[in-house]
């Protein structure tokens, strides 16, 4: 069986601090990626999400919501900051609310940091992911100190630093895409055998 529908991503903005980046570094990304047709985005904001401040089974309208779209995904893109060589808690609580809405698809890492550029926050992302049954794809995009180096209106100064960001976007999301049509495929695939042979 094969769906030819574009692939859905839901891009998780994982910072919910007061005064955060995110939001330039997030409308960055999406006005790059929103160009593609290939894909739909679904943004997921942790700081607008009405996720429950404890840990709880209970399914409330919030936890709902966003169960539901994380599961409609085809794949994700985690936006995330570093946070004292890590990500942020409001990012792991989120994820550790779900579960089999990540299993079996692919996602990749927009990051942003100091002299790290927000990777090492990343590498433990991955190893996370992994307890989830997500696949964390190799290309990053990743923005170092940038702070300085984008303007008032959202777009960096710099030519050439344009330029290398927007081809990591590219190289990212075409990897993404490739792993996202392979394992939906998958995934229909496993389910159509499971009907047959219940």
């Known amino acids: 069986m094969t769906d030819t529908h574009p692939i859905h991503i839901a891009v998780i903005v994982g910072s919910t601090r007061e005064g955060r980046y995110a939001d330039v570094i997030a409308d960055w990304f999406l006005a790059r990626a929103g160009q593609r047709t290939d894909i739909t985005i679904d943004v997921l904001d942790l700081a607008r999400i009405e996720l429950p401040p404890t840990f ?46 990540w299993h079996r698809k692919p996602l990749a890492f927009v990051s942003y940091g100091g002299v790290s550029g927000g990777l090492r926050a990343v590498e433990h992302l991955r190893q996370v992911f992994a307890e989830r049954h997500a696949f964390g794809i190799r290309d990053t995009v990743s923005f170092h100190n940038p702070w300085p180096q984008f303007g008032e209106d959202g777009e960096l100064r710099d030519a050439a630093a344009t330029a290398a960001a927007e081809e990591a976007v590219r190289l990212m999301l075409d990897d993404l895409v490739w792993w996202a049509t392979a394992l939906r495929a998958a995934r229909l695939a496993a389910a159509s055998e499971d009907a047959a042979a219940a």
């Open 56 to 101: 709880t089974r209970s399914r409330t309208p919030g936890l709902t919501d966003f169960l539901d779209r994380l599961g409609a995904a085809d794949a994700f893109v985690v936006i995330t900051p570093e946070y004292n060589h890590s990500y942020p808690a409001s990012l792991k609580h989120a994820v550790d609310f779900a579960n089999i809405e």
